[in-house]
C-alpha cells in the first residue's frame, strides 16, 4: 500500500519518527509531505535530521498566519499534491492546523483517511487543536487511539466502528532516545546560560495561545516562573518569544534563564537531568511521565489524565494566584510512589499502526 504521511508542526515530527521507522522495514511506499507550518530549523530541521526522519518528499511551505490562512494554505496547497500521488493512505497526526487541513483534503477526494492520536480531548473549546482533534476524528475512516481513554471518548460520541487501540507512538521515541540518551550516544543539551547542569534545575516551556497571547497573563505567569526557588531552565517556542518582545515582557528574571528549543535527544537529556518540569505541553507531560520527572502543568485540564491519576502530574492553571510558598512547594514536590504503570502502551504503537492499517477494511471509502 501507498501512504501519504503529511506533517508540519513539531510535535508531529516526533510522532513521525517511529512511523517511517516501522514504515521503512515493511514493503509498503511511504511518501512524505511536510507543510511547512513550522519552518524554523529549530522546530522542524533538526527533528528531521536527529531522529533519522527521512527528508520530507514534498515540502508545502506554508509558514505562519492566522488559522483561516495557514488552514487554506495547506488546503490549497495539498489538493494538487493528493490528486497525483493519489494513495491508498493519507495519515494525519495529532491536532494542528496542518492536520484537519489535510484529512479535509483527502476526505474530500474520497481518499481514506486514518489519523493518530486520535481520541483525545481537553474538552476545551477556546483551545484551536480542540476542534481541529474533533472534526479530524469525525472525518477520518480510522481513527488510531493511544489509550483506553481515547478510545472511551470516540465511543461516547459515536466513533467506535472506526476506533482501534494502536498505543502512544510517542512511547516509541521516547523510550528508544532515553535509552541512547542514558548510553552517553548524545552530547548534552544546550542548556540556558545561568543554568549549571550538575546543580538542580527545573526544566520549562510556554506556548499555549491562552498562555501567552494575553499580556497581562503572558507576565503573571513568567513571574512565577522567575521566583520559582530554583533556576529555571526556559526553552522558548518562537510564540513565546514573539508575543514577549511585543508586549516587552522580559523572559530572562529572577531564577528563570532562557534558551532556544530543544531537538528531542536535547529535550530528553535536559528533562532527565532535571528536577521536575512545568509546561503547557501536551507531548512534554507524557515525556515527564515517561521519564518519571514530577510535571507541573500550567494549564486548567489536560488531555493525558492518565499523568495525572497518580500524581506525577499536578494542574495548575494560574500559577500566580497561589501564595509563593505553595506555588513552589507544588513544583518542587517529591516524586510519588505510586507505579504509574504503562497506560500508553509498551513502545510498539508504530507497529501497531502498520499493522491496523494493512488488516483494516471498515472505514475505507475506497470500494
Ligand atoms: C502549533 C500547534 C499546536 C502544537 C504546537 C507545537 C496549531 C493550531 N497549533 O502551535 O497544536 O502544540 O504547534 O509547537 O496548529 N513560529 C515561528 N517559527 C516557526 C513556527 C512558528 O516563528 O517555525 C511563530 C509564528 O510567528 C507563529 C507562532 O510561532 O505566529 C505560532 O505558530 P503556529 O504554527 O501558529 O502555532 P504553534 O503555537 O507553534
Known amino acids: 500500500m501507498k501512504v501519504i504521511s503529511v506533517v508540519g508542526a513539531r510535535p508531529q515530527l516526533v510522532k513521525l519518527a517511529p512511523i517511517a521507522a516501522a514504515f521503512a ?50 488546503l490549497t496547497a495539498l489538493d494538487p499534491v493528493l490528486e497525483r500521488e493519489r494513495p491508498d493512505w493519507v495519515l494525519v497526526y495529532g491536532d494542528t492546523n496542518s492536520t484537519i487541513a489535510a484529512a479535509l483534503s483527502a476526505v474530500k477526494m474520497h481518499l481514506p483517511v486514518a489519523h493518530l492520536e486520535a481520541g483525545l480531548r481537553s474538552f476545551n473549546r477556546r483551545m484551536p487543536e480542540e476542534h481541529n482533534r474533533v472534526l479530524t476524528d469525525h472525518c477520518a475512516d480510522l481513527l488510531l487511539a493511544p489509550t483506553e481513554e481515547a478510545m472511551r471518548h470516540l465511543a461516547n460520541e459515536g466513533l467506535a466502528h472506526r476506533a482501534r487501540l494502536a498505543g502512544d507512538v510517542m512511547v516509541d521515541i521516547c523510550l528508544r532516545i532515553r535509552d541512547a540518551v542514558l548510553a552517553g550516544e548524545h552530547p548534552a543539551p544546550v542548556l540556558p546560560e545561568g543554568i549549571d547542569p550538575a546543580e538542580p534545575f527545573l526544566f520549562a516551556t510556554l506556548h499555549r495561545p491562552d498562555n501567552t497571547d494575553d499580556p497581562e497573563r503572558l507576565a503573571a505567569l513568567v513571574e512565577s516562573l522567575a521566583k520559582l526557588p530554583l533556576p529555571v531552565a526556559l526553552a522558548a517556542h518562537p510564540r513565546l518569544v514573539a508575543r514577549a518582545a511585543e508586549h516587552g515582557i522580559k523572559l530572562t528574571q529572577g531564577n528563570l534563564h532562557v534558551g532556544r528549543p530543544l531537538p528531542y535527544a536535547g529535550l530528553v537529556a ?96 475506497r470500494a
Open 25 to 74: 522495514k515493511s514493503d509498503h511506499e511511504h511518501v512524505i509531505v511536510h507543510t511547512g507550518q513550522h519552518y524554523d530549523a529549530d522546530l522542524s530541521d533538526v527533528f528531521f535530521s536527529g531522529l533519522g526522519i527521512p527528508d520530507p518528499d514534498v515540502h508545502l511551505g506554508v509558514g505562519s498566519g492566522s488559522h483561516g490562512l495557514q488552514t487554506g494554505a495547506v
Open 270 to 365: 535536559a528533562v532527565l537531568a532535571s528536577a521536575g518540569v512545568v509546561t503547557d505541553s501536551g507531548g512534554l507531560q507524557k515525556e515527564a511521565f515517561l521519564l518519571e520527572r514530577v510535571c507541573t502543568t500550567v494549564r486548567p485540564e489536560t488531555e493525558w489524565v492518565e499523568t495525572v491519576g497518580t500524581g506525577w502530574n499536578v494542574l495548575v492553571p494560574d500559577p500566580h494566584l497561589l501564595s509563593s510558598e505553595e506555588w513552589a512547594a507544588t513544583v518542587t514536590r517529591t516524586a510519588p510512589d505510586a507505579d504509574p504503570g504503562i497506560p500508553y502502551g509498551d513502545g510498539h504503537a508504530a507497529e501497531n499502526v502498520v499493522r491496523i492499517m494493512e488488516d483494516w477494511e471498515g472505514g475505507s471509502r
